[in-house]
């Protein structure tokens, strides 16, 4: 990780909050409430699927149609109460952030999750006192596939790209990053261990625990 590091950005669910199997079990879940129960290799399958490839695959394997936005939409719903009710935190998460802030280090986070259901959930960790910046990707209107997302979101935070660094699990956001000239730290996280060795390719250090950190 870069020592010149003036901003730590991080994605939430699945780098700092151990959630993303909550959003993965939503596919399945909108399976049965279309009346079709899947297999357990189906289930295993749809586990593994980012929104986008999800939609394809009802498509294709059970002929529903439906949208990203429709399928966010419902997604979101059931999100609320868990993230309200409290979902764990990735291990080392909480004191890494604190060590962050004690060094100077901007804290930021950059997600996916609508702000809205962010600010629950960080809320409910506790986090929010250890961050600086919380942005969604429909703030800054960009995805975090898109380098210009980073461009964007490291001019608002006033520092340099080459002076931040990514903590993310999710292979199309450590591209992202890596495009615009970002630092990489991926964290490891079951749903992403299909895409285990092109992680590794596209990040500077693999993680399983922040406590791996200085």
Do not use: H
Not at 26 to 48: D, H, K
Not at 146 to 157: K, N, S, T
């Amino acid at each position: 990780m870069k020592n010149s590091m003036k901003a730590a950005i991080f994605d939430m669910d699945g780098t700092l909050l151990d959630s993303m199997g909550c959003w993965r079990r939503l596919n399945s879940a909108f399976v049965r409430a279309m009346g079709i129960e899947p297999t357990p290799e189906e289930e295993q399958e749809m586990y593994t699927m980012s929104g986008m490839m999800v939609i394809s695959y009802f498509k294709d394997k059970y002929g529903i149609e439906s949208d990203f936005a429709t399928l966010c939409e419902k997604a979101c719903e059931q999100m609320e109460p868990i993230y309200a009710s409290g979902v764990p935190l990735k291990p080392g998460a909480a004191d890494y952030l604190r060590r962050l802030r004690e060094r100077g280090v901007k804290c930021v986070i950059a997600t996916a999750t609508p702000a809205r259901l962010a600010l629950i959930a960080l809320n409910r960790t506790n986090l929010v006192k250890d961050l600086d910046f919380i942005f969604s990707i429909d703030m800054i209107g960009r995805q975090k596939s898109d380098p210009e997302f980073f461009d964007r979101l490291c001019a608002l935070i006033g520092e340099k790209r080459e002076d931040c660094v990514m903590f993310e699990d999710s292979l199309y956001a450590m591209q992202g990053a890596r495009a615009a000239g970002l630092g990489v730290i991926g964290i490891t996280d079951d749903t992403n261990a299909a895409d285990r060795e092109s992680i590794r390719a596209a990040c500077d250090r693999l993680i399983d625990s922040f406590d791996e950190l200085a």
